[in-house]
């Protein structure tokens, strides 16, 4: 064992600041192998399920954050952790080496990644009531500050991840390492100047070890997308930036994203960065949430938090 080289000595702190001092994280010097999960599509579909409670339960026991684009990013992230990548919760550290990377962009939609994380074992399932609470890990965007498993970026402001996603790439490429780094960004977010300088700088760099997917929900806090700032041809806009461009229609269909993702990954090592444009639906899942961008940030009252519970089946037990 070894201490993470990248984290400084504990600072001197006395009084109350001394018992949220986060102690320096160890680096197992040879991380266990990870391994793909090997869950059925039915399997996946019923943790989609629970994954919605959760988002509805957590938003709704907060009585904040963002419902909408969770519920729509749902199958995603589901089919990422749960099947696609190489990941290891018990020998999780900030490294990752061996290991497939995941990065939030668009960290307002954390209810449905807490979920996903909780539910693959990263920290227990009853911490999900903690949401949005005062001195909880879980805070409305993603902090590495509390040391949660599973978090390896802050994600407050948008338009950042892709930066870090490709600076984790480059590492492993460094260091030997052939697992892969996923990264999830808003359509919304690509109104960032950031987000292109980064495309940029991945198709410069051949980092070609790195998938990013857009939630292409078409929809974000003020409106629509084309009517809020129209991002164009977006397929050709990525492809003009040196991108292997994959475009899947049916991101709430568990088979689609699956196959989506597994042709990204047979992509991979060919001299280009990888994007799927992924069209998903803003609150799919609950009937009155969908088709519209007013759930965006909105929490369900009690009366639309049952109705919304009665739609979505309880497969997994709720916290």
């Known amino acids: ?32 192998p990870a391994k793909a999960s090997s869950a059925s599509t039915e399997d996946l579909q019923r943790i989609c399920s629970q994954v919605r409670r959760d988002i509805i339960r957590m938003t709704h026991g907060a009585a904040s954050g963002h419902p909408g684009g969770s519920l729509g990013c749902t199958e995603y992230l589901v089919a990422l952790y749960f099947k ?5 919760p018990s020998a999780w550290d900030m490294d990752g080496r061996d290991q497939d990377l995941f990065f939030l962009s668009n960290g307002h939609i954390s209810p449905v990644w807490y979920s996903v994380l909780a539910r693959s074992g990263y920290f227990p399932v009853k911490e999900l009531a903690t949401f949005r609470k005062l001195d909880s890990r879980l805070q409305g965007h993603p902090t590495t500050h509390e040391g949660l498993p599973g978090v390896r970026m802050a994600s407050g402001s ?44 991945a198709a410069a760099h051949r980092v070609d070890n790195l998938i990013a997917t857009v939630d292409w929900n078409g929809r974000q806090i003020d409106g629509d997308v084309d009517d809020v700032m129209p991002l164009g041809d977006l397929p050709a806009k990525w492809k003009a930036f040196g991108w292997d461009v994959l475009v899947e229609d049916h991101g709430n269909d568990m088979d689609r994203v699956l196959a989506a993702l597994a042709e990204a990954k047979s992509r991979t090592g060919k001299g280009r960065p990888v994007v799927i444009l992924l069209r998903t639906e803003m609150g799919q899942g609950v009937d009155f949430m969908m088709g519209t961008h007013k759930w965006h940030g909105v929490a369900p009252n009690d009366e639309q938090a049952a109705r919304a519970l009665e739609q979505l089946e309880e497969t997994l037990g709720d916290y």
């Open 158 to 201: 948008l338009g950042q991840g892709l930066s870090v996603g490709i600076g984790a790439a480059l590492a492993k490429r460094l260091n030997g390492d052939d697992r892969l780094v996923y990264t999830l960004h808003g359509d919304g977010e690509l109104q960032e100047g950031q987000v292109w300088e980064a495309a940029m700088s």
């Open 84 to 88: 696609v990548m190489a990941h290891d």
């Open 1 to 32: 064992m070894k201490r993470y080289p990248q984290d400084p000595a504990p600072p001197k702190a006395s009084g109350y600041f001394r018992e949220r001092i986060t102690p320096p994280r160890m680096l197992m010097t040879k991380p266990a």
